[in-house]
Structure formats: structure tokens, C-alpha cells
């Protein structure tokens, strides 16, 4: 027999969403609702242990909130009619256990109506992550702030706070119709994402990959995507989710050391990920022109398909980025486009557009230019300049051990 | 965490008994399930052991045996891979699946290994700001 509590948390990852979206069209608020649900989880904290788990305890956690709700309610100094009326439709609504799958679109809609007011545009970027992980995600304000390396009391207040913006600010606990689901979903979207990136390449910390969440992340965004299968952009952010996850483990050296892409050792890539990568690409393929995350997915699919570094297609890649800087135009992108036109075409390719962004404000401090021209200047022949770029680049970066490695390549080319 | 959950074969799934219409109804239910909550990575159906083989290793040597094989209640039906936080969730999980077969069965429960089991290979420096060189810069993409 497993540990009861490991049990408890597990029924909770897999429940507490379900539960506090139920709870939230009712009472029309995710605060109240996750307090509702909190209460059914000590609960069962405090009679599963003698009691057991019951058979079926989503169903149980459900009617435990709703008692609770309905007592709240009854004990209230205030008794409103309202009130009253609530307590009457969350009684009406407590269903017996075997009507629970008849409601399985409900649940649906339910989750989906969380996940819009967890991201919604009334709160910072920083609040709707740390709600959409913890409403939606299941986890605990602990594990947010060990992931995202905040203290557990910022978090907490973060969480609160976010709670208090969506009452204060009355947002009305529904999916938004129209041109507006547009633009909140990819609001969702970007949360997800951002999430994942935490995870992917860490801002801040020792580690600098942190797979557990790239894995909360990936189930976020696969959850989204049978939410709303119809929404393009949904499976392209699935399919670059589970591309660049499907090399993870060939990343990093066993040594520690990061592992370029072209230098990878491809057998280590995960191809079940890779497979379901490509499927949620082409489900995101077959509804049209592909959007910025189908576009960035199908790039990562072109190095999943290549068997080595040698096949990779960078026509293709450089076409996909020249559609990417149409959709979204940044100056990264640009350069992106750059150094995918120079693998396809040659350095001088590159180096035009290269040359063209040094003009670009926004990145006359960015050392990745310099370094990236620099590489296409030494591949021309060009090392004089070749090395004034390197030197410029070191004199941009704020890292010491980057510094060191340009400054030696820079003095490698002689002169 | 990823877990193999492997469906143990019975008489009658070795004997090629198709699952009922009934049954089928509810696995793909229960499938959809495990879809919907981004559980499921993969997972599949297999046919009986008289359909498979054997190859027996010993030093260099290898012996190739066809099926059916004996031991039914070892052998293995079908499987899933779910990507899940803990065993228990894994369990959780298992206990909401529909009796697989017709008489009494068994699933058994196995965490897949991953780099993490080798320990702490991921570790820092400034490793971090150089890796993001790369992250911006197609091509070199890490």
C-alpha cells in the first residue's frame, strides 16, 4: 500500500482542476472556489487515512466543496435571498457519482472557462503563470516557487493578489466568444509557453534546464489542446513543445557542458516525442496557414527529421523563418533568418541581412550579432574584421567565462 | 516521471477473444480520459503470444523460439506510457481503468528510466547566458 498522503496529492493533481472549475461556475469566483476546494482536500487529508480512498474521489472531493459551500451559505450572518437561492442550486446540482460522465462536455467547458480567467489581461504576466499553475497545473504555491526560484511568501501573495484583481475587477468567469478569444487565447498561450522557456533555458538558478517544468508545461498545453482542437496555434505550441523536449536529454554533455544542436548526438533525441511533435504539427498544418508557434515548430521539425546535422534541410528552414519575420517581425527573428540563409545559401547570404540589422537600435547591444557576423566573416575569409566583431561582442557580454571564450577565438584567428 | 503500464495477458486474450463491444466502448472512454488530461504518450493493444517469438541469448549464441508461450499470467496484453509526477499518480490512474479483460486481470505499474536516474548530470556554471547564444541563434540552436 502507497503512502496515503502521496495518494491524497495524486487524486489532487489529478482532480483539483476539474474541481475548482466546477466550483467557479457556481459560486463565480476562483477564489472562493479554490477555498472550497482546499476544504475538501483537508477533508480527505483528515478521513481517507481511516476511511480509505474512495472509489470514486473526484466525485467525493465534489460533494465535500458543495457541503461545505452550502453550510457557508446557511451560516452566513447575512442570508440573503441570494444566497438562499445559491445554496438551492449547488443542492440541485449535487449529482450522484454515475451522472458524473454524462457531464463530461460540461467539464470541459468548465476547465476551459479557468484557464481563460487564470491568463486573463487584467493580471501581470507573473500572476498568470503562478494561478495557471496552480488552478490548472495542481500544484502547490511550494513547488511554484521552487520552480520559478521565489520565495514561498511572494508566491503566496502573488496568488492572493491575482484573486483579489479578478473579483475587484468583476471578470466574469466564461469563455470570451468573438474576435476576442483570438487574442486571450494567445494570452493562454504565451503563459504556457513561458512556463515551458522557465524550464527550457532558466532565467536564474544553478540548474539551467529544469525538465520538470518543460513537463508541466507540455501537460498544460496538451490539456489546451483537447480543450479547444479547433484553435491552430494551440497544437503548433504542442508540437514545438514536445520538438524541443524530444532533445533534452541531448543537450547537455555528460560533463555538464551544453551541447550545440549540430553537435548532438541525435540517437539520444526522444523519438516518441518527436512522433507525437510532428502528429500535433500536422494537426495544426491541416487547418490552415500555420501561425508564429506552427511556424517555430515546423523549424525544430525540420531538425527532427534530418538524421544528421549534414541533412538538414535550411532552405526549408530559411523559407520558414522568412514567413516567421513576415507574421512577427523582431530583429532576433531577422537574425535567425540570417545565419538559416547563410547555412543554405552561404555566409555572404547571411552577412547581407546581418549587415542590414547594424543599424538596428535594439540590438547595438545584443553580442550575438557581432558573434554570429563574426562566424560568417572568418568563413569568408575576412578575419581582420572577423576579430574586430569578436572583440566588440566580448565587450558586450556581461559574462565573465563568454568573455574569455571570445576573446580566444577572436586571438585564434591571428592577426 | 514516465511509467510503463503493461496490461497482463489472461486465457482468453491468448486465446484471441476480442474484447467485447462494451469493453471497447469503455477503454476508448478511458483512453480519452487519459488524452484529455495529458497523461497518455502512447500506448497500444497486442496480439496473443502464438503470434510473436522469442530469441534466447546465451554468449554469442541465439536461439530464436516462436509462440504461444506458456506462462500466460506473465506475459503481456498491451501497454501505456504516461507521463505522470509520482507512482501514486500513476496508480490513481490505473485504478480509474475498466477491468481491461473479461475475467479477472492485472496491470503492472513500472517507472521508466530516464537521465535523471543518472544522476545530477545537469549541472550549472554560467553554463546558462552561453546556452541562450545558442537558444537565439538558429542553426546553432541547443
Given at each position: 500500500m502507497s503512502n496515503i498522503h502521496a495518494t491524497i496529492d495524486a487524486v489532487w493533481r489529478i482532480e483539483s482542476a476539474k474541481l475548482i472549475a466546477g466550483l467557479a461556475r457556481i459560486v463565480r469566483d476562483i477564489g472562493v472556489a479554490e477555498d472550497l476546494a482546499q476544504d475538501a482536500l483537508v477533508a480527505a487529508l483528515e478521513q481517507w487515512p481511516e476511511s480509505g480512498v474512495p472509489d470514486n474521489p473526484g466525485a467525493w472531493l465534489m460533494a465535500a466543496a458543495k457541503h461545505r459551500a452550502i453550510d457557508g451559505f446557511r451560516r452566513s450572518a447575512m442570508r440573503e435571498r441570494k444566497h438562499e437561492e445559491l445554496a438551492r442550486e449547488l443542492e440541485s446540482k449535487l449529482e450522484p457519482p454515475d451522472l458524473v460522465s454524462a457531464i463530461d462536455d460540461e467539464v470541459g467547458d468548465d476547465l476551459l472557462r479557468l484557464v481563460f480567467t487564470a491568463c486573463h489581461p487584467v493580471l501581470s504576466t507573473e500572476a498568470?503563470?503562478?494561478?495557471?499553475?496552480?488552478?490548472?497545473?495542481?500544484?502547490?504555491?511550494?513547488?511554484i516557487a521552487r520552480a520559478f526560484l521565489a520565495p514561498e511568501a511572494t508566491v503566496a501573495q502573488r496568488i492572493v493578489r491575482a484573486k483579489r484583481t479578478l473579483a475587484e475587477a468583476r471578470v466574469p468567469f466564461e469563455v470570451p466568444r468573438g474576435p476576442e478569444l483570438a487574442a486571450r487565447l494567445?494570452?493562454?498561450?504565451?503563459?504556457?509557453?513561458?512556463?515551458?522557456?522557465?524550464?527550457?533555458?532558466?532565467?536564474?538558478?544553478?540548474?539551467?534546464?529544469?525538465?520538470?517544468?518543460?513537463?508541466?508545461?507540455?501537460?498544460?498545453?496538451?490539456?489546451?489542446?483537447?480543450?479547444?482542437?479547433?484553435?491552430?496555434?494551440?497544437?503548433?505550441?504542442?508540437?514545438?513543445?514536445?520538438?524541443?523536449?524530444?532533445?533534452?536529454?541531448?543537450?547537455?554533455?555528460?560533463?555538464?557542458?551544453?551541447?550545440?544542436?549540430?553537435?548532438?548526438?541525435?540517437?539520444?533525441?526522444?523519438?516518441?516525442?518527436?512522433?507525437?511533435?510532428?502528429?500535433?504539427?500536422?494537426?495544426?498544418?491541416?487547418?490552415?496557414?500555420?501561425?508564429?508557434?506552427?511556424?517555430?515548430?515546423?523549424?525544430?521539425?525540420?531538425?527532427?527529421?534530418?538524421?544528421?546535422?549534414?541533412?538538414?534541410?535550411w532552405t526549408r528552414i530559411a523559407a520558414l523563418y522568412d514567413a516567421l519575420s513576415q507574421l512577427t517581425p523582431s530583429p532576433v527573428v531577422e537574425l535567425n533568418r540570417a545565419v538559416a540563409l547563410s547555412m543554405a545559401y552561404g555566409p555572404a547570404a547571411g552577412l547581407e541581412v546581418m549587415d542590414a540589422l547594424m543599424s538596428e537600435p535594439s540590438l547595438k547591444n545584443y553580442h550575438l550579432l557581432p558573434t554570429a557576423r563574426a562566424d560568417l566573416l572568418a568563413r569568408l575569409g575576412r578575419y581582420g574584421e572577423a576579430r574586430a566583431e569578436l572583440e566588440r561582442a566580448a565587450s558586450l557580454t556581461r559574462n565573465a567565462r563568454e568573455r574569455e571564450l571570445l576573446l580566444a577565438r577572436a586571438a585564434g584567428l591571428g592577426g | 516521471?514516465?511509467?510503463?503500464?503493461?496490461?497482463?495477458?489472461?486465457?482468453?486474450?491468448?486465446?484471441?477473444?476480442?474484447?467485447?463491444?462494451?469493453?471497447?466502448?469503455?477503454?476508448?472512454?478511458?483512453?480519452?480520459?487519459?488524452?484529455?488530461?495529458?497523461?497518455?504518450?502512447?500506448?497500444?493493444?497486442?496480439?496473443?503470444?502464438?503470434?510473436?517469438?522469442?530469441?534466447?541469448?546465451?554468449?554469442?549464441?541465439?536461439?530464436?523460439?516462436?509462440?504461444?508461450?506458456?506462462?500466460?499470467?506473465?506475459?503481456?496484453?498491451?501497454?501505456?506510457?504516461?507521463?505522470?509526477?509520482?507512482?501514486?499518480?500513476?496508480?490513481?490512474?490505473?485504478?480509474?481503468?475498466?477491468?481491461?479483460?473479461?475475467?479477472?486481470?492485472?496491470?503492472?505499474?513500472?517507472?521508466?528510466?530516464?537521465?535523471?536516474?543518472?544522476?545530477?548530470?545537469?549541472?550549472?556554471?554560467?553554463?546558462e547566458q552561453e546556452e541562450r547564444l545558442r537558444e537565439q541563434t538558429e542553426g546553432k540552436q541547443g
Open positions: 498568470r503563470v503562478a494561478l495557471t499553475l496552480r488552478l490548472l497545473g495542481g500544484l502547490t504555491t511550494e513547488e494567445s494570452s493562454v498561450l504565451e503563459v504556457i509557453y513561458l512556463i515551458f522557456n522557465e524550464g527550457y533555458s532558466a532565467t536564474a538558478g544553478d540548474d539551467w534546464v529544469r525538465p520538470a517544468l518543460c513537463e508541466d508545461a507540455l501537460r498544460l498545453g496538451r490539456i489546451l489542446a483537447e480543450l479547444v482542437p479547433k484553435e491552430e496555434e494551440v497544437h503548433g505550441l504542442v508540437a514545438l513543445m514536445e520538438l524541443q523536449t524530444s532533445r533534452l536529454g541531448a543537450r547537455v554533455s555528460p560533463a555538464g557542458q551544453p551541447v550545440l544542436l549540430l553537435d548532438q548526438n541525435r540517437a539520444l533525441w526522444d523519438q516518441l516525442l518527436i512522433h507525437r511533435g510532428l502528429t500535433a504539427l500536422d494537426r495544426a498544418a491541416a487547418r490552415g496557414a500555420l501561425g508564429p508557434y506552427g511556424i517555430q515548430a515546423a523549424i525544430a521539425a525540420c531538425h527532427a527529421r534530418a538524421r544528421t546535422a549534414a541533412e538538414t534541410d | 516521471m514516465k511509467f510503463m503500464i503493461l496490461v497482463k495477458a489472461t486465457k482468453d486474450s491468448e486465446a484471441g477473444v476480442m474484447p467485447s463491444e462494451e469493453l471497447l466502448t469503455a477503454m476508448g472512454k478511458y483512453n480519452e480520459e487519459l488524452v484529455k488530461a495529458g497523461v497518455m504518450l502512447a500506448g497500444e493493444g497486442l496480439h496473443p503470444s502464438s503470434k510473436g517469438a522469442r530469441v534466447r541469448f546465451s554468449g554469442s549464441q541465439r536461439t530464436v523460439i516462436d509462440g504461444p508461450f506458456a506462462e500466460t499470467k506473465e506475459l503481456i496484453a498491451g501497454f501505456w506510457l504516461f507521463q505522470v509526477k509520482s507512482k501514486e499518480e500513476a496508480i490513481e490512474w490505473v485504478k480509474r481503468c475498466p477491468n481491461p479483460m473479461l475475467e479477472d486481470s492485472e496491470i503492472e505499474i513500472r517507472q521508466v528510466f530516464t537521465a535523471d536516474d543518472f544522476g545530477d548530470a545537469l549541472t550549472p556554471e554560467l553554463r
